[in-house]
C-alpha cells in the first residue's frame, strides 16, 4: 500500500518561486542588520528541556516541541504519573530535548555561555525558524521563521533610536508604506497603575488595558471591574485614554497628569527624547506614535516597548515589536545585562509584500537557454557551448534526451525558459545554430561561432 | 538556581564567521545548481512519521528524532509495549511527527505529492539540515546539513555526465583540487555477482567488496568465505580487483571477463560512454577512475553509482556521492520514474576548507566605521552621518553610551572595526571630525564637509 504523500498539518514545503521571495525577503532584513553593525548567529535546532522549559508560561511549555529519547532511554518513562493525568511529568521523563520555541530564550543562553568570548555591547540578529505546537489555521504555522536582533549590555537611549531607525529603514528598502510604530513604556504603565490607585496590581491592568482596541473603554473598565478594580478608580482611567493630540502634546498632558509620580515622569522624559531626536534626524517611510494601552511582554520590558502595525490597507495588525529589558540572561547565571531587542514578522510581512503586490518582478532564477537534443550528431557541440555558458555564470540546460521537439519546447515553455537553441544535422551540415525566442516566437540562425550570451536578451 | 547554559551533544552553535563561511560555501553550491538548472526546493522540518520510517532499515529508523505528541495525545501510550520492551511500537504510540533524517525521502514525497504542477524531468537542489540520533563524535553531528542534487524523469545518460562535469565545477570554484571522482555501475557489479558464481547473493557479495579499501583483497576473500561463498569461487575475484591501468583499459578487460553476461556489457557500455565523452569534453579539477568495488546503497542504485574522495592529503574519505535509481518515489504511489541524485557533504567539505585555508579572507562583513560617543555635543551630527552612511549600504555604528575612549576603542579593536571618527567639542568648534585608521594607527583631521565613505579605504 503506498503511503498518501502529505505533510503535517501547519508545514509548509516551499517551491523555487516561495523561496526566491523569502531569500529576497531575507535579504534585505540581512543587509540592513548588517548595515546596522549587527552580526548573525545561528542556534541549534533543539535545545536542553531545562533550556526552554519555564520561560513562556504554563501555557507556553504546553506548547513546546519535545523530542521522545532514542533507543533505551524511553524506558524510564514515568507511568505512574501517566496514569494520574500529570502529562507534564510524563514528557519531562521521555524527552530531553526540545524544537526551539522563539529566539529569544537560545539568545540568552548563547550570551550566558559565551559571555568571556562576546565583545559587549554585542549585536546581535538572528532569522531562524521555530516551532509552536499552535492548532495550525490561516496564517499560523507550526513551522514559522523568526526574525530578532538585539544590543545587550548598554542602557543608553542612542539604541532606542537606533532600533526605530531600523524598522524605518527596513520598511523603506521594502516599500512598505503606511507602517505605523507605536511606542510606550513600563515606567508610564507603572505611573498610571499607581495614579489610579493600583500600583501592585500593574499587570491585571496592562492586561485589561491592551484589550482597548477590541473593546473599547468600556469594556476595559468593565474588565477592570470584574477584577476588583473600584469604580471611582476606573474612572480615572477614562480621561487617560482619551487624550487627543499628537505624541508630543500627548506626553506633555501626561507630564501634568502623572506629575506626583517620579518613575512615570522619568518615561516620558525618555519617550520624548525619542520622539524630538527622530523627529530632528527625519524618518523615511514609517509613522511614529505613543499607545498607552501597548504592554507586550510587560513581564518582562523595563523600559521603552514598541509595537509595529501593518498599513491599515491591509487586515495584519502586528508585523513586529520588541522593547527594553534588563534581565535577558538571568536564568542562566548572567546578570546585570540590559538590553533592548526588536523582532520582525517575517510570515507576516511576506503575506503583506504578496498581497500588495511588492516582491520585485524576475527574482526568480530561471535557466536562460535550453539546448534542444536533436540526436547524436550535435549532443557534443551543444554540451560543450552549454559547459561553456554555465562558466560564464549563465543558467542553462539541454533537455536530457532526443524526445519530439513539441515536447522539448513544452518543457522550455512551462518552465518559462526564454530561450531554446537548436543545432542538429542540419544546421551542422551549414555551420550554424538557431535561436527561438520563446516568448515572441522568432527564430533566427546565427553562424556557429557567435558568442551565444550575446544573444541571449530580448 | 541558574540553568548551566549549554547545548545537547551533536549539536552546535555559529558564530558570525562560521556564518560567513557556511554561506560562502553555501552560495557556491547554488550559484552552480541554477546554473545548471536545478531550482531550490525546501520542505518542513518535521515530516508525518509514515512517510518516514521503514526507508532507512531497521538501524535508521532507530535514529529517526521523534517528537512526543502534544497534549492529550499522548494518552494513547501503549504501556504495553513499552512494559514488553517493543519500543518502536511504545514510540509508534506517542508520536505522528518525525525530524528529517534525510532529504532523499522528503524529495520522493514532494515529487509524488506535487505530481500534477511539476515539470518532468524535474531538476531539483535542496540545502537543508537533517538530524539523527547517531552517537556523537568529532565531525559526527545531530544536526548537520545535506545537499542534494537529483534529476527526475528521464533516463538519458547526459544527466550521468552533467552530474560529474558538477562535482567538477564546483570543486573548480572551490580552488579544490585532488578530488578523485570514481564510477561504478550496478549492472558491473551484478555482473561479478554472477562471474564468480553468485548472482543471488548480490548484496552480501558488494557488501563485502566495500570493505577492500579497509581490510584489502585477503580480508574481503575472508569475509566471503565466512559467508559461506566457496573457496573456489572466491578466488575468480582476485585477478578481477587488480586490474591495471587507467578507467578505458580496465573498462577494455572487464569487457573479456565478462563477455558471458551482457547485463555488466550494458553497464561497461554506459561507463565507456561516460568516460570517453568526459575525456573530450575535459574536466578542469577533478580525477576520474572506475573503481569496482563501490557499491554505496546499492539496494536503491540501479545504473551508475558515484563516490567523490577528498583529496590524498587531508584524511576524510568520501565527501559526496550519488547515482541512478528507478524506483524513487515507488512508495508513494508514484512508479517508473527513473532519476539520478548527487549530493556533497556540506560539512567534511566545509573542514577541508577550513584545514586547506580555502576560504576567501574578508568574507566577514564587519562594521567598517565606529563613530565614538563624545557626548551630548556632537551626538545630533553622528547619528545624522551614520544613517547617511547605512543608507549607502556601508555598515558603521556608534558606541552607545559616552564610555570612556579607551574602552571605546576597545570595543573597535575587539570587533576588528577599521575605522572610527571622533567628533565632540573640540571639533565641532573648528568644524572638522577625526578619523583614525586602526590599523596603522594613524588619525587625520577632515573638513566636515569630506563625504567620509570616500576616507574609508587603507
Redesign the interface.
Known sequence: M???????KG??????T??AKRNFLKQVLR??F????F??????????T??LLGKYGDEGD??I????N???K??K?N?DA?AA?K?GA??DS????A?RYDLTVPFA??V???QNDI?F?F?RYQIQ?V?R?DRPQHGRFQ?FVQCDAD?IG???L??E?EVI?LYD?VFSDLKLTGVNVRLNHRKILAGLAAAIGAPDQLIAFTVALDKLDKIGIEGVEKELIDQGFATDVVAKLNPILSLEGNAEEKLDQLKLILADHPEALEGIEELNYIFK?LQ??GLQCVSLDVDLTLARGLNYYTGMIVEVRAPKSVKMGSIGGGGRYDDL??????KDKSGIGISFGFDRIFLILEELNLFPKEIV?R?QLLFL?TGEAG??WC??AL?NL??A??????Y??AAKFKKQLN?AH??QIPFVLIYGEEEQAQGVFVLKNMTSGHQKTHPLITPIASLLSN
Chains 1, 2 share one sequence.
Open positions: 503506498p503511503i498518501k504523500p502529505s505533510i503535517p508545514t509548509r514545503d516551499f517551491s523555487a516561495d523561496i543587509q540592513n548588517e548595515a546596522y553593525g552580526e548573525p548567529i545561528e542556534t541549534p535546532t533543539f535545545e536542553r531545562e533550556t504546553r506548547l516541541f519535545r523530542i521522545l532514542s533507543g533505551e524511553v524506558k518513562a507511568i501517566l493525568g502529562l510524563f514528557a521521555v524527552t530531553e530535548k524544537l543562553r548563547y550566558a555561555q559565551y565583545v555591547p549585536r525558524p516551532w505546537a513551522e544590543i548598554d542602557r543608553s542612542v539604541q533610536l531607525q529603514k531626536t530632528k534626524q540572561a538571568g536564568s542562566f547565571g548572567l532564477k535557466t537534443h549532443l557534443d554540451i560543450n559547459q554555465r562558466q555564470g549563465l543558467a542553462a540546460e539541454i536530457p534526451s518543457y512551462q518552465k
